[in-house]
């Protein structure tokens, strides 16, 4: 009786044992990986190892978690991967973790340093800036710091723009964007100063208010534009026959906030008028109610009839009457 129990006992176990054998999964962790951005699985950072194809293909499947940020490390140990078996349904006494204790994941990183990037934002720039018969400094106010981003390089775009298109000068922002697969991993202004010199027209000598220029008390030099204030003059031609509306000291800039073209006509003044109608030509004198240019409708007073009248202004001397 006894034998036969042994044999029994003898004859199940070599019928369970390669059953029991079959069932077991071998997990052979790596200690170190670097991955792309991703989510990481346990393919990712393992060799799984079993007769069960379908349970292998299962925990190679199941995730752990997202990638680290550029530049770091996530290490991963054992008891957190034993947990995700468990919450997957995976019998952990099937499972056997060989090699290492945990794994450490990087993610494969790119540097942008901040010179690349204030490098970037320059060359853009004075692409942008007007072209002209100017003279420019551009001075990087502040170096951005290094940027690190989880791409390879050739996969990082680079888009750069301005804020402000319609500045040339003083203090500029450039706005700095590094993306990839439409995912955007920093944006950041990189700010310059912009300085601006040109020939401009100035005063020869101190110019006194209501004074009317010429050639003889202007000239042109050379002088940093960037921080006046209004259109400056280019030539000494487009201001020849102006007035000052304020005094100017010498070498001072000339803009348009100092000087004036002067009227045509000035409110009292005497002139012609010019009354004309199909029947007839009638050239009267007039007296001007009001200050003027040339092409404006004014009022005047026709100095035989005293009535008022209205009519443009020709020239300093004559006003057509409008009917």
């Not at 804020?163 to 040339?168: M, N």
Request: aromatic residues 6%.
């Amino acid at each position: 009786m006894k034998t036969r129990i042994l044999l029994f006992f003898l004859i199940s176990m070599f019928v369970l044992i390669p059953e029991i054998i079959a069932n077991k999964i071998e997990v052979d962790l790596i200690p170190r990986v670097v991955l792309k951005e991703k989510t990481i699985t346990f393919s990712d950072i393992s060799t799984v190892t079993g007769d069960d194809v379908d349970l292998v293909n299962e925990i190679n499947n199941i995730e752990i978690g997202m990638t680290p940020w550029a530049n770091s490390n996530r290490r991963i140990a054992l008891d957190f991967l034993k947990m995700r078996l468990k919450s997957s349904n995976i019998s952990i006494s099937d499972v056997t973790f060989i090699n290492a204790k945990s794994v450490v994941v990087s993610v494969e990183s790119t540097k942008v340093t901040g010179h690349e990037i204030a490098q970037k934002a320059k060359e853009y720039l004075l692409n942008a800036l007007p072209e002209a018969s100017r003279e420019i400094t551009v001075e990087l106010v502040r170096t951005p710091g290094d940027k690190w981003i989880p791409r390879s390089i050739d996969e990082i775009d680079f888009d750069i723009s301005l804020p402000d298109i319609s500045k040339d000068r003083g203090n500029i922002d450039v706005i700095v964007s590094a993306t990839s697969d439409g995912k955007r991993f920093f944006k950041i202004p990189v700010s310059f100063k912009v300085r601006v010199y040109e020939y401009v027209a100035v005063a020869r000598r101190r110019i006194g208010r209501n004074q009317q220029l010429t050639k003889g008390n202007l000239s042109m030099a050379r002088r940093e534009t960037t921080k006046i204030r209004g259109f400056a003059f280019f030539s000494i031609k487009d201001l020849v026959g102006m007035v000052t509306i304020t005094s100017i000291q010498p070498n001072t800039i000339l803009t348009e906030s100092v000087v004036e073209m002067p009227p045509t006509i000035k409110q009292g003044s005497i002139v012609k008028l010019l009354i004309q109608t199909s029947g007839f030509r009638i050239v009267t004198k007039g007296m001007a109610q009001q200050t003027g240019y040339t092409g404006e409708v004014i009022k005047v007073k026709n100095m035989d009839s005293k009535k008022l009248l209205y009519g443009e202004i020709i020239d300093s001397n004559s006003i057509r009457i409008a009917f």
